[in-house]
Structure formats: structure tokens, C-alpha cells
């Protein structure tokens, strides 16, 4: 397989970015979408903040988006690369930043608001995974290992479109790159180090149903940060709660979140 066809962005896996109006326009919004996921879970909310007049970047991370192979040429530093990148530009453009994340996207945002407590206004969170021991059944046992058979196997089994509304499907892959997912784990180490610097303020969402991730997630959060915590619980939606039931009260609150802190 060439590298062109490993890089190519499949269809309704592309980021989306756009200018705010009005008396907005000088807040910013970088969106994080989750790990094997794609853009295609966060730009339906980053519309939903663009037309309310904030600047939004919805990202794509590198390797996603395109095939589980890609994938496995990028490491957790890339990831939290382009992460920080968007911040970056996004905070030279705006007067106040907030970031907003799906799954393992609120590691990389985490990370961003814990080295720039000064630039980051608020964070909301969707089921966040930022614990290496954090993911439900299965998976839970083979992240430690990781790192050990990456070089032996290619992948594992998906964990895409835990999601309750049938209607809705999740553009992930079908396949977990492994290599890449092994690298992860000195990543949430790090992250562990670094949340007691976390302080902006922060909006949680833990969907009742989540069969992807493990409460302990939510519990590490609570037990480190210093920000003040608001949360809600989705009691009709799965793990990619942003295409589920309850997306629009997401969208919602994360728009009254951002009026109160802005």
C-alpha cells in the first residue's frame, strides 16, 4: 500500500474550520475528536458553536481518518503535536481559547490546559479516556501489554459507533492500530503528572451507557485537577455521545458554558 493511499482522508473524515462573526468572533474553539475516530464526531458541534458566532477549528489527527495502517506510522507525540498546534494558531487568532474534546481527545486538550493555564478559558469533556487502564472489558488488559506484541500483531478488533441511536454510525476504524495504541501509554503517564496543573474551569459528560470506557477515567480527573467541575449525565446516549441522543443538550451546554467563562 503507498503512502498516498495510507494518507488519503476518507470521505466525511475531513476537519472543519471557520471564522466567528459578530461580538464571538474573538473566542476560539479547538475541537479534539476520539482515538481511531475522526473529525466526522466533532464537526456536527463545531458548527453548532460556529453559528453562534465563535471560531472553530473541529481537527483531524494525524492518522485518522484514513486508514488503521496510517495509524500505525504516527505515535502518541503526533497526536498531541497537532493538538497543540491547533491551540497555538487558534490563540493567536482569538482573545480567549476553550477546547473541547471526545474520548481520548480530552487527554491531548487536558495536557494543553495543564502547560497553559493562563490561555485556556474552559475545557468540556464527552467520555473522556485518560488512564491507560481506563477502557472497558477486554481492551483494559491488553493496553499494558501493548508495547510487548505490537511488533508480532497488526491489530485488534475496533471499538467504533458505540452509539444508541441507530440512525448514527461513528466513521472509525475497523481495525485498533496497535503500534500506535502502544505508544499511548507513557503518554497517559505523563498526563497523570500533569493534571494537579489543570485550572480552568471544566464541563464533564459521562454517558450512562458507555460500554468503550471505564468509570476510573472520570474518577482521575476529579481526584487531580484544581478546576471547577460541571457535570452532566447522558443517560441516552453510548460512548460517541457528540452522533448520539444526546448531542444537542451537548452542543447546548458547551455553548452556555463558554457564554458564562468567555
Not at 81 to 91: H, I, N, P, S, T
Not at 119 to 128: F, Q, R, S, Y
Request: aromatic share 6%; proline share 6%; glycine share 6%.
Amino acid at each position: 500500500m503507498t503512502q498516498d493511499v495510507l494518507d488519503r482522508v476518507k470521505p466525511g473524515c475531513e476537519p472543519f474550520a471557520a471564522e466567528g462573526s459578530g461580538e464571538n468572533a474573538r473566542i476560539g474553539v479547538v475541537l479534539v475528536h476520539g482515538f481511531t475516530g475522526s473529525p466526522d464526531s466533532t464537526v456536527p458541534w463545531a458548527r453548532h458553536l460556529n453559528e453562534k458566532g465563535y471560531r472553530v477549528n473541529a481537527i483531524r489527527l494525524p492518522g485518522h481518518g484514513t486508514t488503521w495502517q496510517d495509524a500505525n506510522t504516527k505515535t502518541f507525540a503526533d497526536l498531541q503535536g497537532a493538538a497543540d498546534q491547533a491551540f497555538a494558531d487558534m490563540r493567536g487568532a482569538t482573545e480567549r481559547v476553550f477546547l473541547m474534546a471526545q474520548s481520548f481527545g480530552a487527554a491531548l486538550a487536558l495536557r494543553i490546559a495543564a502547560e497553559n493555564p493562563a490561555d485556556v478559558a474552559g475545557v468540556v469533556l464527552v467520555n473522556p479516556w485518560v488512564r491507560a487502564d481506563g477502557v472497558a472489558s477486554w481492551q483494559r488488559h491488553i493496553v499494558p501489554i501493548q508495547k510487548y506484541v505490537a511488533k508480532i500483531i497488526s491489530n485488534v478488533p475496533g471499538v467504533a459507533s458505540d452509539i444508541a441511536d441507530p440512525a448514527k454510525e461513528e466513521l472509525g476504524y475497523e481495525k485498533v492500530p496497535v503500534r500506535l495504541a502502544a505508544t499511548l501509554v507513557a503518554g497517559f503517564q505523563a498526563l497523570r503528572e500533569l493534571l494537579p496543573d489543570v485550572v480552568a474551569p471544566i464541563q464533564l459528560h459521562l454517558s450512562a451507557l458507555d460500554h468503550v470506557l471505564a468509570p476510573n477515567n472520570a474518577e482521575l480527573i476529579r481526584a487531580t485537577v484544581r478546576s471547577p467541575i460541571e457535570e452532566f449525565s447522558l443517560d441516552r446516549s453510548c460512548h460517541v455521545a457528540t452522533l448520539d441522543y444526546d448531542a444537542e443538550a451537548i452542543f447546548e451546554h458547551s455553548a452556555s458554558f463558554i457564554a458564562e467563562h468567555a
